[in-house]
């Protein structure tokens, strides 16, 4: 089972984005700024280290979390979404005057045997 899903409102905002700015990944940090919020980069301009944990691919996305986040999250099941609004962070589609969200749920026991 996937760590990570995706709402179909969530990939058309990506198709959108990715039309214009190419190849995107997503970085959750719990850092500053919208503090857990996801935030989506153009391939390249997110610096990717051995401090973050790979959770897996979204709609053509490697989706990433800090191993200090992950802590506190691995046992959670996470579905990325968008809403109307603007997020106080540098992702990429602030300018659409949407914020990419994320929806949690604790992991189930037949989560954890696929």
């Known amino acids: 089972m996937p760590k990570v899903d995706i709402t179909p409102a969530a990939r058309e905002v990506i198709d959108r984005l990715r039309a214009e700015h190419g190849s995107l990944i ?21 610096y990717i280290d051995d401090n973050d944990e790979l959770l897996g691919e979204i709609h053509g996305c490697p989706y990433y979390m800090s191993r200090f986040q992950y802590e506190y999250w691995k046992h959670t099941h996470l579905t990325l979404d968008v809403t109307e609004g603007r997020g106080s962070s540098f992702s990429a589609e602030i300018p659409l005057g949407l914020r990419f969200v994320i929806e949690s749920r604790l992991l189930t026991e037949a989560d954890k045997q696929t």
């Open 26 to 46: 997503f970085h959750q940090s719990g850092g500053c700024c919208d503090g857990s919020s996801p935030m989506c980069f153009p391939e390249g301009e997110f």
